[in-house]
Protein backbone atom coordinates (compact mmCIF):
# COMPACT_ATOMS: atom_id res chain seq x y z
CA UNK A 1 0.00 0.00 0.00
CA UNK A 2 1.29 3.56 -0.79
CA UNK A 3 0.14 6.85 -1.73
CA UNK A 4 0.69 8.33 -5.57
CA UNK A 5 2.09 11.71 -6.50
CA UNK A 6 1.64 12.90 -10.16
CA UNK A 7 3.54 15.76 -9.85
CA UNK A 8 3.43 17.79 -13.12
CA UNK A 9 3.57 14.78 -15.40
CA UNK A 10 3.44 15.73 -19.39
CA UNK A 11 4.01 13.21 -22.45
CA UNK A 12 4.22 13.84 -26.11
CA UNK A 13 4.09 11.65 -29.12
CA UNK A 14 5.88 13.46 -31.77
CA UNK A 15 4.39 17.19 -31.71
CA UNK A 16 1.45 15.80 -29.94
CA UNK A 17 1.02 16.79 -26.35
CA UNK A 18 -1.31 14.09 -24.91
CA UNK A 19 -0.66 14.66 -21.21
CA UNK A 20 -0.79 18.35 -20.24
CA UNK A 21 1.36 19.50 -17.10
CA UNK A 22 -0.67 16.41 -14.59
CA UNK A 23 -0.59 17.13 -11.17
CA UNK A 24 -2.77 14.70 -8.79
CA UNK A 25 -2.41 13.13 -5.45
CA UNK A 26 -4.04 9.64 -5.02
CA UNK A 27 -4.21 8.77 -1.12
CA UNK A 28 -2.94 5.78 0.39
CA UNK A 29 -6.10 2.78 0.75
CA UNK A 30 -8.14 5.39 -2.07
CA UNK A 31 -9.89 4.12 -5.31
CA UNK A 32 -9.05 6.54 -7.79
CA UNK A 33 -11.06 6.85 -11.03
CA UNK A 34 -9.27 8.28 -14.17
CA UNK A 35 -12.70 9.07 -16.55
CA UNK A 36 -12.89 11.13 -19.51
CA UNK A 37 -13.86 10.54 -23.53
CA UNK A 38 -11.86 8.48 -25.85
CA UNK A 39 -8.31 9.74 -26.27
CA UNK A 40 -8.08 11.89 -23.88
CA UNK A 41 -5.22 10.50 -22.60
CA UNK A 42 -6.29 8.11 -19.59
CA UNK A 43 -4.37 4.96 -20.49
CA UNK A 44 -1.52 6.81 -21.43
CA UNK A 45 -1.39 8.02 -17.93
CA UNK A 46 -1.58 4.75 -16.35
CA UNK A 47 0.76 3.60 -18.43
CA UNK A 48 3.67 6.24 -17.18
CA UNK A 49 2.03 5.54 -13.85
CA UNK A 50 3.15 1.67 -14.14
CA UNK A 51 6.35 2.42 -16.30
CA UNK A 52 5.42 0.90 -18.91
CA UNK A 53 6.07 4.31 -21.11
CA UNK A 54 7.92 7.41 -20.09
CA UNK A 55 6.51 10.92 -19.44
CA UNK A 56 8.40 13.67 -20.83
CA UNK A 57 8.63 15.70 -18.34
CA UNK A 58 7.50 15.67 -14.44
CA UNK A 59 7.72 13.36 -11.57
CA UNK A 60 6.46 10.41 -10.18
CA UNK A 61 6.24 9.52 -6.26
CA UNK A 62 5.00 6.20 -4.57
CA UNK A 63 5.04 6.33 -0.84
CA UNK A 64 6.95 9.37 -1.25
CA UNK A 65 9.93 7.92 -3.31
CA UNK A 66 10.60 9.39 -6.88
CA UNK A 67 10.24 6.18 -9.10
CA UNK A 68 10.38 8.15 -12.16
CA UNK A 69 13.25 6.23 -13.79
CA UNK A 70 12.60 3.38 -12.08
CA UNK A 71 11.17 -0.14 -14.18
CA UNK A 72 7.94 -1.29 -13.71
CA UNK A 73 8.98 -4.50 -11.42
CA UNK A 74 11.47 -2.09 -9.11
CA UNK A 75 7.75 -0.08 -8.87
CA UNK A 76 6.11 -2.82 -7.11
CA UNK A 77 2.75 -2.35 -8.90
CA UNK A 78 -0.06 -4.77 -10.58
CA UNK A 79 -1.64 -3.97 -13.50
CA UNK A 80 -5.24 -5.40 -14.83
CA UNK A 81 -6.06 -5.11 -17.97
CA UNK A 82 -9.47 -5.21 -20.32
CA UNK A 83 -8.86 -8.51 -21.94
CA UNK A 84 -7.65 -11.14 -19.20
CA UNK A 85 -4.85 -12.22 -20.71
CA UNK A 86 -4.54 -15.48 -18.80
CA UNK A 87 -2.67 -18.67 -19.80
CA UNK A 88 -4.92 -20.62 -21.59
CA UNK A 89 -2.68 -24.31 -21.05
CA UNK A 90 -2.54 -23.79 -17.65
CA UNK A 91 -4.96 -24.31 -14.69
CA UNK A 92 -6.34 -21.28 -12.39
CA UNK A 93 -4.16 -22.42 -9.79
CA UNK A 94 -1.20 -21.99 -11.93
CA UNK A 95 -2.60 -18.82 -13.83
CA UNK A 96 -2.51 -16.87 -10.69
CA UNK A 97 0.53 -18.51 -9.24
CA UNK A 98 2.86 -17.82 -12.34
CA UNK A 99 4.21 -14.31 -10.67
CA UNK A 100 5.51 -16.33 -7.55
CA UNK A 101 6.47 -19.14 -9.52
CA UNK A 102 9.20 -16.05 -11.30
CA UNK A 103 10.18 -14.89 -8.44
CA UNK A 104 11.14 -18.05 -7.55
CA UNK A 105 8.54 -18.30 -4.35
CA UNK A 106 9.05 -21.77 -2.29
CA UNK A 107 6.34 -24.40 -3.66
CA UNK A 108 4.30 -23.66 0.06
CA UNK A 109 4.17 -19.96 0.37
CA UNK A 110 3.36 -20.24 -2.92
CA UNK A 111 -0.36 -22.69 -2.78
CA UNK A 112 -1.04 -21.10 1.05
CA UNK A 113 -0.81 -17.13 -1.20
CA UNK A 114 -3.51 -18.98 -4.17
CA UNK A 115 -5.73 -19.70 -1.18
CA UNK A 116 -5.53 -16.97 0.04
CA UNK A 117 -6.25 -15.04 -2.80
CA UNK A 118 -9.02 -17.61 -4.37
CA UNK A 119 -10.58 -17.19 -1.01
CA UNK A 120 -10.57 -13.46 -1.35
CA UNK A 121 -12.27 -13.44 -5.08
CA UNK A 122 -14.21 -16.54 -4.52
CA UNK A 123 -12.59 -18.61 -7.23
CA UNK A 124 -11.68 -21.57 -4.50
CA UNK A 125 -13.98 -24.19 -6.24
CA UNK A 126 -12.32 -23.47 -9.68
CA UNK A 127 -8.32 -23.72 -9.18
CA UNK A 128 -8.12 -26.93 -10.85
CA UNK A 129 -9.80 -25.81 -14.13
CA UNK A 130 -8.69 -24.05 -17.10
CA UNK A 131 -9.40 -20.88 -18.19
CA UNK A 132 -11.70 -21.92 -21.02
CA UNK A 133 -14.25 -23.63 -18.51
CA UNK A 134 -14.58 -20.14 -16.80
CA UNK A 135 -17.32 -17.15 -17.55
CA UNK A 136 -16.12 -14.06 -18.62
CA UNK A 137 -16.43 -12.79 -14.62
CA UNK A 138 -14.39 -15.75 -13.44
CA UNK A 139 -12.33 -15.41 -15.85
CA UNK A 140 -11.55 -11.65 -14.91
CA UNK A 141 -11.72 -12.01 -11.04
CA UNK A 142 -8.23 -14.61 -12.08
CA UNK A 143 -6.86 -11.67 -13.44
CA UNK A 144 -7.40 -9.61 -10.83
CA UNK A 145 -5.91 -12.89 -8.21
CA UNK A 146 -2.76 -12.88 -10.34
CA UNK A 147 -2.60 -9.40 -9.83
CA UNK A 148 -2.89 -8.89 -5.95
CA UNK A 149 -0.53 -12.65 -5.30
CA UNK A 150 2.31 -10.64 -5.27
CA UNK A 151 0.69 -8.01 -3.08
CA UNK A 152 1.88 -4.91 -5.29
CA UNK A 153 1.74 -1.62 -3.18
CA UNK A 154 -0.74 -0.37 -6.57
CA UNK A 155 -3.26 -1.71 -8.54
CA UNK A 156 -3.96 -0.75 -11.93
CA UNK A 157 -6.50 -1.25 -13.80
CA UNK A 158 -7.32 -0.35 -17.56
CA UNK A 159 -10.80 -0.41 -18.41
CA UNK A 160 -11.31 -4.14 -16.44
CA UNK A 161 -14.77 -4.53 -16.97
CA UNK A 162 -15.55 -3.30 -20.74
CA UNK A 163 -15.73 -6.93 -22.25
CA UNK A 164 -18.16 -7.88 -19.78
CA UNK A 165 -21.94 -8.01 -20.11
CA UNK A 166 -24.07 -5.07 -18.43
CA UNK A 167 -25.48 -7.21 -15.70
CA UNK A 168 -21.81 -8.91 -14.98
CA UNK A 169 -20.47 -5.46 -15.08
CA UNK A 170 -23.25 -4.46 -12.37
CA UNK A 171 -21.77 -7.42 -10.22
CA UNK A 172 -18.37 -7.24 -10.85
CA UNK A 173 -17.96 -3.29 -9.97
CA UNK A 174 -19.09 -4.37 -6.62
CA UNK A 175 -17.06 -7.15 -6.00
CA UNK A 176 -14.18 -5.06 -6.99
CA UNK A 177 -14.83 -2.69 -4.31
CA UNK A 178 -15.42 -5.32 -1.91
CA UNK A 179 -11.85 -6.93 -3.02
CA UNK A 180 -10.43 -3.28 -2.76
CA UNK A 181 -11.67 -1.91 0.26
CA UNK A 182 -10.96 -5.50 1.88
CA UNK A 183 -7.34 -5.65 0.98
CA UNK A 184 -7.30 -1.75 1.33
CA UNK A 185 -5.28 -1.33 -1.71
CA UNK A 186 -4.43 1.70 -3.49
CA UNK A 187 -6.08 1.46 -6.72
CA UNK A 188 -5.84 3.62 -9.95
CA UNK A 189 -9.22 2.59 -12.42
CA UNK A 190 -9.34 3.49 -16.04
CA UNK A 191 -13.09 4.11 -17.43
CA UNK A 192 -14.68 6.01 -19.94
CA UNK A 193 -17.90 5.17 -18.59
CA UNK A 194 -19.48 7.83 -15.76
CA UNK A 195 -21.73 5.36 -13.97
CA UNK A 196 -18.91 2.81 -13.35
CA UNK A 197 -16.87 5.86 -11.98
CA UNK A 198 -19.30 7.54 -10.35
CA UNK A 199 -20.60 4.45 -8.94
CA UNK A 200 -16.80 3.47 -7.55
CA UNK A 201 -15.10 5.82 -7.35
CA UNK A 202 -13.70 7.80 -3.71
CA UNK A 203 -12.59 10.10 -5.95
CA UNK A 204 -12.44 10.67 -9.47
CA UNK A 205 -10.30 12.81 -12.08
CA UNK A 206 -12.30 13.58 -15.18
CA UNK A 207 -9.96 14.67 -17.97
CA UNK A 208 -10.11 16.25 -21.40
CA UNK A 209 -8.11 16.63 -24.25
CA UNK A 210 -4.81 15.57 -22.18
CA UNK A 211 -6.04 17.84 -18.86
CA UNK A 212 -7.56 17.29 -15.79
CA UNK A 213 -11.21 19.32 -16.06
CA UNK A 214 -11.99 18.33 -12.34
CA UNK A 215 -10.90 16.23 -9.76
CA UNK A 216 -13.44 15.21 -6.75
CA UNK A 217 -15.86 13.01 -4.85
CA UNK A 218 -18.26 11.68 -6.86
CA UNK A 219 -20.64 13.90 -5.32
CA UNK A 220 -18.62 16.99 -6.18
CA UNK A 221 -18.47 16.07 -9.46
CA UNK A 222 -21.60 15.47 -10.24
CA UNK A 223 -23.76 18.16 -7.98
CA UNK A 224 -20.44 20.59 -8.45
CA UNK A 225 -19.49 20.58 -11.87
CA UNK A 226 -16.90 23.68 -12.97
CA UNK A 227 -17.43 23.51 -16.35
CA UNK A 228 -19.52 22.50 -19.05
CA UNK A 229 -17.59 19.36 -20.23
CA UNK A 230 -17.96 18.24 -16.61
CA UNK A 231 -21.66 18.89 -16.29
CA UNK A 232 -22.08 17.12 -19.37
CA UNK A 233 -19.84 14.26 -19.55
CA UNK A 234 -22.05 12.83 -16.42
CA UNK A 235 -25.65 11.99 -15.14
CA UNK A 236 -27.52 10.02 -17.67
CA UNK A 237 -29.01 12.02 -19.16
CA UNK A 238 -27.08 14.55 -18.54
CA UNK A 239 -27.60 18.50 -18.01
CA UNK A 240 -29.52 20.25 -20.34
CA UNK A 241 -27.47 23.12 -21.69
CA UNK A 242 -29.64 26.22 -22.97
CA UNK A 243 -28.42 29.21 -24.51
CA UNK A 244 -31.33 30.23 -26.69
CA UNK A 245 -33.00 34.03 -25.65
CA UNK A 246 -36.15 32.87 -24.18
CA UNK A 247 -34.07 30.47 -21.69
CA UNK A 248 -31.57 33.41 -21.00
CA UNK A 249 -34.41 36.20 -20.52
CA UNK A 250 -36.62 34.09 -18.15
CA UNK A 251 -33.55 32.79 -15.77
CA UNK A 252 -32.75 36.91 -16.00
CA UNK A 253 -29.06 36.80 -17.59
CA UNK A 254 -26.99 37.78 -20.56
CA UNK A 255 -26.96 35.79 -23.54
CA UNK A 256 -23.32 35.36 -22.76
CA UNK A 257 -24.25 32.26 -20.23
CA UNK A 258 -25.09 29.14 -20.62
CA UNK A 259 -27.86 28.09 -18.16
CA UNK A 260 -27.64 24.13 -17.03
CA UNK A 261 -30.78 22.41 -15.88
CA UNK A 262 -30.60 18.94 -14.64
CA UNK A 263 -33.04 16.45 -15.82
CA UNK A 264 -34.12 16.23 -12.24
CA UNK A 265 -34.72 19.70 -11.49
CA UNK A 266 -37.35 20.33 -14.01
CA UNK A 267 -41.22 19.65 -13.03
CA UNK A 268 -44.62 19.60 -14.48
CA UNK A 269 -45.68 20.85 -10.89
CA UNK A 270 -45.95 24.64 -10.42
CA UNK A 271 -43.32 25.41 -7.95
CA UNK A 272 -42.85 28.63 -5.72
CA UNK A 273 -39.65 30.79 -6.98
CA UNK A 274 -38.93 28.81 -10.20
CA UNK A 275 -38.71 29.71 -13.81
CA UNK A 276 -40.67 28.57 -16.07
CA UNK A 277 -40.14 27.62 -19.85
CA UNK A 278 -42.95 26.60 -22.66
CA UNK A 279 -41.46 23.18 -24.07
CA UNK A 280 -42.57 20.89 -27.12
CA UNK A 281 -43.16 17.32 -26.53
CA UNK A 282 -40.53 14.89 -28.38
CA UNK A 283 -41.84 11.25 -26.66
CA UNK A 284 -41.54 9.77 -23.34
CA UNK A 285 -40.21 7.05 -22.05
CA UNK A 286 -42.04 5.30 -19.24
CA UNK A 287 -39.40 3.78 -16.15
CA UNK A 288 -42.04 2.37 -14.10
CA UNK A 289 -42.77 5.21 -11.30
CA UNK A 290 -41.59 8.20 -13.52
CA UNK A 291 -41.40 9.62 -17.14
CA UNK A 292 -38.47 10.80 -19.08
CA UNK A 293 -39.88 13.09 -20.92
CA UNK A 294 -37.48 14.00 -24.23
CA UNK A 295 -39.07 18.28 -25.21
CA UNK A 296 -37.62 21.35 -27.28
CA UNK A 297 -37.25 24.39 -25.28
CA UNK A 298 -36.62 26.88 -28.14
CA UNK A 299 -35.91 24.39 -30.58
CA UNK A 300 -33.09 22.94 -27.74
CA UNK A 301 -33.43 19.28 -26.35
CA UNK A 302 -34.82 19.24 -23.08
CA UNK A 303 -34.98 16.12 -21.05
CA UNK A 304 -36.43 16.02 -17.93
CA UNK A 305 -38.07 13.26 -15.42
CA UNK A 306 -42.18 13.55 -14.82
CA UNK A 307 -43.70 11.68 -11.68
CA UNK A 308 -46.51 9.14 -13.10
CA UNK A 309 -49.11 11.23 -11.34
CA UNK A 310 -48.07 13.96 -13.34
CA UNK A 311 -48.82 12.15 -16.72
CA UNK A 312 -51.80 14.43 -17.53
CA UNK A 313 -49.96 17.74 -17.87
CA UNK A 314 -48.08 16.28 -20.40
CA UNK A 315 -48.62 17.39 -23.57
CA UNK A 316 -47.78 18.87 -27.13
CA UNK A 317 -47.37 21.82 -25.47
CA UNK A 318 -45.89 22.17 -22.14
CA UNK A 319 -44.82 24.60 -19.20
CA UNK A 320 -41.91 23.12 -17.29
CA UNK A 321 -40.94 24.56 -13.75
CA UNK A 322 -37.09 24.88 -12.53
CA UNK A 323 -36.60 26.34 -9.20
CA UNK A 324 -34.55 29.00 -9.41
CA UNK A 325 -31.88 27.64 -6.77
CA UNK A 326 -31.40 24.35 -8.98
CA UNK A 327 -29.90 26.35 -12.11
CA UNK A 328 -26.54 26.16 -13.30
CA UNK A 329 -24.96 29.11 -14.92
CA UNK A 330 -21.61 28.73 -17.34
CA UNK A 331 -19.61 31.67 -19.24
CA UNK A 332 -20.41 30.72 -22.84
CA UNK A 333 -16.99 31.15 -23.91
CA UNK A 334 -14.84 29.62 -21.13
CA UNK A 335 -17.39 26.64 -20.23
CA UNK A 336 -16.55 27.81 -16.42
CA UNK A 337 -19.16 27.77 -14.25
CA UNK A 338 -20.31 31.10 -12.80
CA UNK A 339 -23.46 30.15 -10.60
CA UNK A 340 -23.31 26.89 -8.87
CA UNK A 341 -26.91 25.35 -9.03
CA UNK A 342 -28.50 24.19 -5.26
CA UNK A 343 -31.06 22.48 -3.30
CA UNK A 344 -30.25 18.90 -4.19
P1 LIG B 1 -9.31 5.12 -24.96
O1 LIG B 1 -10.41 5.19 -23.92
O2 LIG B 1 -9.82 5.17 -26.35
O3 LIG B 1 -8.32 4.03 -24.71
P2 LIG B 1 -7.51 7.01 -23.70
O4 LIG B 1 -8.11 8.16 -22.98
O5 LIG B 1 -7.01 5.89 -22.88
O6 LIG B 1 -8.50 6.51 -24.82
P3 LIG B 1 -4.83 7.13 -24.74
O7 LIG B 1 -4.81 5.71 -25.17
O8 LIG B 1 -4.06 7.49 -23.53
O9 LIG B 1 -6.33 7.64 -24.56
O10 LIG B 1 -4.35 8.03 -25.96
C1 LIG B 1 -4.30 9.43 -25.88
C2 LIG B 1 -3.76 9.98 -27.19
O11 LIG B 1 -2.41 9.59 -27.35
C3 LIG B 1 -4.49 9.49 -28.41
O12 LIG B 1 -4.64 10.56 -29.31
C4 LIG B 1 -3.58 8.44 -28.98
O13 LIG B 1 -3.71 8.36 -30.37
C5 LIG B 1 -2.21 8.96 -28.58
N1 LIG B 1 -1.23 7.88 -28.38
C6 LIG B 1 -1.28 6.92 -27.44
N2 LIG B 1 -0.20 6.09 -27.53
C7 LIG B 1 0.55 6.56 -28.57
C8 LIG B 1 1.80 6.14 -29.17
N3 LIG B 1 2.47 5.09 -28.70
N4 LIG B 1 2.24 6.87 -30.22
C9 LIG B 1 1.58 7.94 -30.67
N5 LIG B 1 0.41 8.38 -30.15
C10 LIG B 1 -0.11 7.72 -29.12
Known sequence: ????????????????????????KISNGEFFVLLGPSGCGKT??????????DSSSGRLLIGGKDVTSLSPRQRNIAMVF????????????DNIGFPLRMAKVPVAER????KE?????????????????????????????????????ILLMDEPLSNLDAKLRTTMRFEIRRIQRQTNLTTVFVTHDQVEA???????????????????????????PESTFVATFTGSPPMNMMEGAAVTSAVGVTEKTVVGIRPKAASLTP?????????KLVATDLLGNELLVHSLVE?????????VTERSLIRDEMKVFVPRERIYLFDRDSGKVTQMGQGY
Open 111 to 114: KAKI
Open 271 to 279: HADAVELSA
Open 117 to 153: VAELLRIEDYLKSKPKELSGGQRQRVAIGRALVRSPS
Open 299 to 307: DEPFEFYAD
Open 82 to 93: QDYALYPHMTIA
Open 1 to 24: MADVEIDNIEKTFGDHTVLKNINL
Open 198 to 224: MTMGDRIAILNDGLVAQCGTPFDIFHK
Open 44 to 53: TLLRIIAGLI
